[in-house]
């Protein structure tokens, strides 16, 4: 057996209700945990973008992909490991005012993290961090061991292909020049 | 000029051309039936007895016919109940569209009184699931429901159609809907594919076919039949390609599977090129993959992308249409003749006929066997008839004895192995072909799974021929019992009622058999018109269906019995 490996499924569907159901239902189904969910209107009105994320081997994640594509409703699946991807998530921290400010000068924990600050009141300060896992994982674990963090929120991974192919919106040509054929 | 939802709902189906529906009225779904009330000479309604009757029927319908069986029911428990029927026709492929009564949009989400999450229920059971909220809706979700259930891979589809919907009024278009773009449902044929597979077989000493649903589904009987008189190749069928070739056809090697025959499972894994058309390797046809066909490269011809190297890794894969890749692929073969390995599998077949056939359907002492009864009706009917049956022993020894000599024949619940199934089934598989003999083999066990459905065979006339094979156990479960579980028959001896005196009250006319030298005679009886008539045919308590190859085992490991 292959060892689980983190994989990146990207799913294109029509915006129906009930597709995230349908999507989830195949990873109960195998008993998989879905690790990160991100759902978003993609550049084409009325299409969806899933991007999900879950540990597992190559031959489940295939079978896992061929079944999602079946779906009616959905227009294209397929995964990818992250070598092919250029992936982001976003963390947001909130930390009490008093103790960040006893920590004295703070531009050196900005400068390394290269961190946002997006709201400074007399309570709290909140930090936004955009990057991989590994890099948002790591300034929580500084911020939790130095200062406390008091709200943390990571949002789930989002991706782009590094390929050259644009798979959507070439399969769209192609759906469309059939639809015009069946008309005929 | 505009018309109800539950009016447009009639047109629609009309379009579609529907002409029978099995239901169930009630609460949620009122609108409807009032409807219906007015379309009497254009559809006929078969009212079951219990919603999950009326989907059975529906797809007994299907099967035999082809067509979208439709079922129309209410909300909430009429829902549930037909979930069985609903999982059945997912995994057997069988084209259904299921109407479910719904509460008034207003009222969703509030626990309402029959309100049940039927969308969310039915995703994972169905090829699509739609909730119907406006009377804008009804055509365009009929015409795309017809057209997901029937094209491709056929499976069910579930419309929730709510009570304000049903009564709102609209303008009526109708329109049939051809193309859905996120859905293409019939694969185009890849000729690098074909010439691929077609090369393989061509350098092929000792192939083996084996025929699956897809043939039927995809009406490809004669380019199968084609294709493997063109290149000589021996050919087994699974239990739900049961009747895509006749049974005496010459490269009909029988059946496959845990229950199949001898040869064809042994041939299995002695093939050098085996080629799966419109199957998918079930675990019942396969046992354990890591033994399955190792030696054998392995053509795969399914319409269904995911079926492609789910179970059984293959070198050729043919994402195609049985229809579409079989001509294509009999284009390219070469005309051979392969017949020392043709006559390879019959050192099996005596074997097993020696060892399992002649015992069970000749028996010359002992009580009655199942095999016996299943024989002489498949004889005394040409071979002609439609064979429904239910699910366990009365299933194996119907598809393992029952002859056919035309396509979907064998009606029989295969994915699901739904208990209940045959009795209802069977009343729609009559619907669909009312010139033809309808014989139903059902267990004691099943046949009260679903009984109730006596009912509707006595109130439209049915002409069904039930062949109750009661061996007073839950047989199948029993004979694991005592293969495999030191005899240890927990819970499956049955008492029994007096079958033939419950067909009686519903006015059926029918016999017990309960000697050998009855049967033939009541046989006749029973085919003598075209009534309903149930026959209950006491039979051996502890009879076997045999071969068995035990679950996710190796061919190998056949057990013939002694």
Known sequence: ?184 | MKITGAKALMESLLQEGVDTIFGYPGGAILPVFDALYDYDKEIKHILARHEQGAVHAAEGYARVSGKVGVSIITSGPAATNAITGISDAMLDSVPLVVITGQVGAGLLGSDAFQEIDVIGITQPITKWAYQIRRAEDVAWAIARAFYIAKSGRPGPVVLDFTKNAQSEEVEFVYKPCKFIRSYIPVPELNLSQIEVAAQIINSAQKPLAIVGHGVIIGEAETELKEFLEKADIPAAWTLLGASAMPTDFHLNMGFIGMHGNVAPNMKTNECDVLIAIGMRFDDRVTGDLNTYAKQAKIIHIDIDAAEINKNVKVDAPILASAKDALPALTKLIKPTKHKEWIASFKEYADLEFEKVIQREIFPQSGKITMGEVIHKVSEATGKNAICVTDVGQNQMAAARYFGFTKSRSLITSGGLGTMGFGLPAAIGAKIAAPNRTVCLFSGDGGFQMTIQELGTIMEHQIGVKMIVLDNQFLGMVRQWQELFYEERYSFTRMKNPDFVAIGKAYNIDGRWVTEREQLDEAIADMLKDDKPYLLAVKVEKKGMIYPMIPAGTTVTNIILGD
């Open chain 1, 1 to 184: 057996m292959e060892n689980p490996i983190l994989y990146t499924i990207i799913i294109f569907s029509e915006n129906k209700v009930g597709v995230l159901n349908q999507i989830t239902v195949i990873f109960t189904r195998r008993g998989l945990n879905i690790e990160t969910l991100s759902v978003s209107p993609s550049a084409i009105p009325g299409i969806h973008k899933f991007t999900i994320t879950v540990f597992t081997t190559e031959e489940v994640v295939k079978k896992v992909v061929q079944q999602i594509d079946k779906r009616v409703d959905i227009l294209k699946a397929y995964y990818n490991t992250d070598d092919g991807l250029v992936h982001q998530e976003i963390a947001l921290y909130k930390v009490a005012t008093d103790k960040l400010l006893a920590m004295g000068s703070i531009e050196g924990l900005i400068r390394k993290y290269q961190i946002h600050i997006l709201e400074i009141t007399e309570n709290c300060v909140v930090f936004e961090k955009t990057g991989h896992y590994e890099d948002t994982q790591k300034l929580f674990e500084e911020l939790s061991q130095t200062i406390g963090v008091l709200q943390f929120i990571r949002s789930g991974r989002i991706a782009i292909t590094k390929s050259k192919l644009e798979r959507l919106s070439d399969m769209l040509e192609e759906l469309k020049k059939l639809e015009e054929k069946i008309d005929k």
